[in-house]
């Protein structure tokens, strides 16, 4: 959704553009080169490794920068940088291909490696210590808010039969255990929404993106714009919320409806089936 997301964020020469979810620095890298390098962009990350490959990517263009901290943080990253406003933020939620594809973090059950799910590993809190350590009430509320899993209660119940659970085939396995037949053979892997719920947990997902909304609207400029890029539907309805709560109060709505990606954009990239972009500018 690339060519959306240029012509909402309304790329041009001497604006300054926040990418809050820098990644490997794919969005960046067309920002910059749409504005011919006349633009500012600073790219946000928690996760310092994926950051050292966007850095690398990104490196001839002089005027952007890279800072490693959670994007709830972007105003003090922003006041770090000495920038009073933004002419656009761009958010790109939800987990990257770099994290699904590395055998090493624990987000993906197709290997066998610990359970970690941080995003930024200098954190404290990780998916082993919420499968061990957390009650079964509250690993029910995480399967159920965050996962939106149906069988969240039975879940539960096998984890805590089942503890300790190292890896993530341990933990598929005690999935597996309670998962109704029926239902295992879907277009979705039955362990796919209890991965979810217990990433958006330790990374504090949804929390970090409420506030992040927040804080990017005191650095906005008159006719700077915020663009979203959800992937599951509770992101979409806090951005949704947010976009109509302050709807009138010095924000107008561009996208009435969620846009999606086009039938050549899922050829090239499967994994965007559940993207929405929303946008909003600051009137």
Known sequence: MVDKVIDLLNVQPSKTFVDCTLGEGGHSFEILKTCKDKCRVIGIDADSEIMKIAKERLKEFSNFVAVNCRFSSLD????????????????DLGISSYHLDNPH????????TPLDMRMNRNEELTAEYVVNYYSKRDLERVLRDYGEEPFAKRIANSIIKNRPIKTTKELVAAISKVYP?????????FATRVFMAIRIEVNRELQELRTALTKSLDFLNVGGRIV????????????????????GKGLKILTKKPLYPTEEELIENPRARSAKLRAAEKE
């Open 76 to 91: 003090s990253a922003l006041k770090q940088l000495n920038i009073e406003k933004v002419d656009g933020f761009l958010f």
């Open 105 to 112: 973090r624990g987000f993906s059950f197709r290997f066998d």
């Open 181 to 189: 037949r029926k239902y295992k053979n879907s277009r979705i892997h």
């Open 228 to 247: 979203v890029i959800t992937f599951h539907s509770l992101e979409d309805r806090i951005v949704k919320r947010f976009f109509k709560e302050n709807e």
